[in-house]
């Protein structure tokens, strides 16, 4: 018994042979023609009106074959050349005006008969191509349905990842109070999309882009904090003391940073940050690992070119022509034979690489003072031209002193230096006695002092005790001051970013880029003397490596005009006119 269900559906086979099929057209109706229904239950239900359309199709096939060969009767043989012999008569009559021998109706039948039977093979071959069209149509649609299904399937997901992506993502970024944990929980979140792009998506390409734009687009939801937060980050990696101990695990936890780095507007906002914490790193010697600072360093240069990375590595230059400096100057002084207990260290710092640092004048004890000119005569006279500025903020000393429980080494600061050395000439000082003695401005003396006075090692006593410095407040040295070990480096409290630095920081950032804006657009307009607005925007965009708010490049133009760089066009406000 044959079912439906097993046609085979393939371009060489959609030519039914339709002639064989009749046969079995009661057996078909007894066991249920539309016996498909079983081929259509192992798809989804979507496929039903499809299925419909290529059985209805099917069936008038069968029928119009039936109809033709089956249930139109045959005609006799005779029959044509009777009918056109009656025909013949009847017109004759007609003519004649003589009465017609046979039955009009009968007559009107047989020539019916007789041209539908001329034309009904013309007719069936005609009406047979047109359902094997519409029937290989269906078929084809149906073998495409699944793959149709697939691809919205796919859509549906891929909509639905950058959507979730999008989501999860905005509340770790947007929600200041995370931002502790903003670039770690960023960092744990990729690894998770990842994961599931690469087990269930076999790491299509369109997951990828998708998941790449959601994290491009929720990044930077909060402009510059992400950026400031991944140096910090950064920073808290690449300082001595955290727990990626080995170059390895340094070298995959920058690899990932990388990643998110990517996603950032603001890099500019990231370089100064980074280039504000790599000066601390280097001067204070807290780098965890030279080859990590470098690897790092090289990852930044190749993703953001030369010109990103210029200024850090010029720090590193620094550091490293400031160790051959000391080493020629340490040979000078042994060479004239000049005295002192104090081992001098210089670092010869290139304003243009290095942050800014507000300059801080403070009383320095004479022998350093003396040490400071030997240095400064012995640099000048191999460098003429240059000029020394001394930065006290950036100093730090090793300092021998001595406890009832022994001799000790402090790792300190300069100011905590300056405030310790008073203890050799007397026994307890105020806090305007210590202001007056070192020049140390009074924020960042008492930070000094709570460091060394209301911190874990106390080498200083406070009167009364708090944990904050009043005025009024006395102290003196602890000679009890007990610690397990023999160099101990005490918290330097001036070393730490406070608000006000940040906000500096960042500031510092929006100067620099209206230098940057002002200096594109003079230079378009040096090069094309005269453009409308629209063009003159589009062509700063895209120039620039940082996102710009319309207004803002407005004002930018604005000024520009105030300076006499460029003017309006007289006949078109719309267009600007460059000023040679």
């Not at 149509?137 to 793959?147: L, N, T």
């Not at 009832?404 to 300069?414: A, D, Y």
């Not at 460091?451 to 410095?469: F, M, N, Y």
Request: glycine share 4%; net charge positive.
């Amino acid at each position: 018994m044959l079912s439906f269900a097993s046609l085979h559906f393939s371009p060489s086979s959609h030519n039914f042979a339709i002639q064989h099929y009749f046969v079995y057209l009661k057996a078909l109706t007894k066991v249920n023609y539309f016996k498909m229904n079983n081929f259509s239950n192992c798809l989804i239900k979507e496929n039903a009106v499809l299925l419909s359309q290529v059985k209805s199709a099917f069936y008038l096939y069968v029928l119009i074959y039936i109809y033709i060969y089956i249930f139109y009767p045959k005609l006799p043989e005779n029959y044509t050349n009777e009918t056109w012999q009656k025909l013949k008569e009847a017109v004759e009559a007609i003519q004649n005006s003589t009465s017609i021998r046979y039955n009009l109706e009968e007559l009107y039948q047989a020539v019916e008969n007789l041209c539908s039977h001329k034309i009904s093979a013309k007719l069936y071959k005609q009406l047979r191509v047109v359902c094997e069209d519409h029937i290989k149509a269906q078929i084809d649609q149906f073998r495409e349905y699944p793959f149709l299904c697939y691809k919205f399937i796919f859509c549906v997901l891929l909509s639905f990842l950058f959507v979730v992506s999008q989501a999860f993502g905005s509340t770790i970024v947007i929600n200041p109070e995370k931002d502790k944990t903003m670039v770690q929980e960023l960092l744990d979140f990729k690894d998770k999309v990842d994961y599931i792009i690469d087990v269930c998506f076999m790491k299509n390409e369109k997951f990828v882009n998708g998941m790449k734009e959601a994290f491009e687009t929720f990044i930077n939801k909060r402009p510059n904090k992400p950026a400031e937060l991944i140096a910090k980050y950064v920073d808290s990696k690449l300082r001595a003391g955290n727990k990626e101990a080995t170059d390895e695990e340094l070298e995959k936890m920058l690899d990932k940073i990388m990643i998110i780095f990517r996603f950032i507007y603001g890099k500019d906002v990231f370089e100064a940050f980074y280039k504000k914490d790599l000066a601390k790193r280097l001067l204070v010697g807290k780098s965890a690992s030279v080859d990590a600072e470098k690897s790092m360093l090289s990852k930044l240069k190749h993703e953001c070119g030369a010109a990103f990375t210029s200024k850090l590595e010029g720090m590193f230059k620094d550091m490293e022509l400031s160790k051959d400096i000391m080493v020629q100057f340490k040979q000078h002084m042994q060479c004239q034979n000049i005295p002192g207990n104090i081992e001098l260290t210089v670092n010869i710092l290139t304003m243009g690489y290095w942050p800014t640092y507000a300059p801080m004048e403070v009383h320095l004890p004479p022998e350093m003072v003396r040490l400071q000119e030997i240095f400064k005569t012995f640099y000048l006279g191999k460098h003429s031209g240059r000029k020394l500025q001394w930065q006290s903020t950036l100093g730090h000393c090793v300092l021998k002193a001595e406890f009832k429980e022994g001799k000790k080494e402090l790792q300190v600061s300069l100011f905590q230096t300056l405030v310790l050395l008073m203890f050799n000439e007397g026994e307890e000082f105020s806090l305007e006695d210590i202001k007056l003695a070192t020049g140390i401005e009074d924020g960042e003396l008492r930070r000094t002092l709570q460091s060394l006075a209301c911190g874990k090692a106390r080498v200083l006593t406070k009167i009364p005790k708090s944990k904050d410095v009043e005025d009024g407040d006395k102290f003196s040295c602890n000679d009890d001051f007990k610690h397990k070990l023999f160099r101990i480096k005490i918290n330097q409290i001036q070393m730490k970013e406070t608000v006000e630095e940040q906000a500096s920081t960042t500031e510092r950032v929006f100067q620099d880029r209206q230098y940057q804006i002002d200096a594109a657009i003079v230079r378009i307009m040096k090069m094309r003397k005269t453009l409308s607005h629209n063009l003159l925007v589009s062509e700063v965009y895209n120039q620039l490596k940082f996102p710009v708010k319309p207004a803002d490049l407005k004002k930018r133009i604005e000024s520009l005009i105030d300076r006499d760089y460029m003017e309006r066009d007289k006949d078109n406000p719309n267009q600007y006119n460059y000023v040679a």
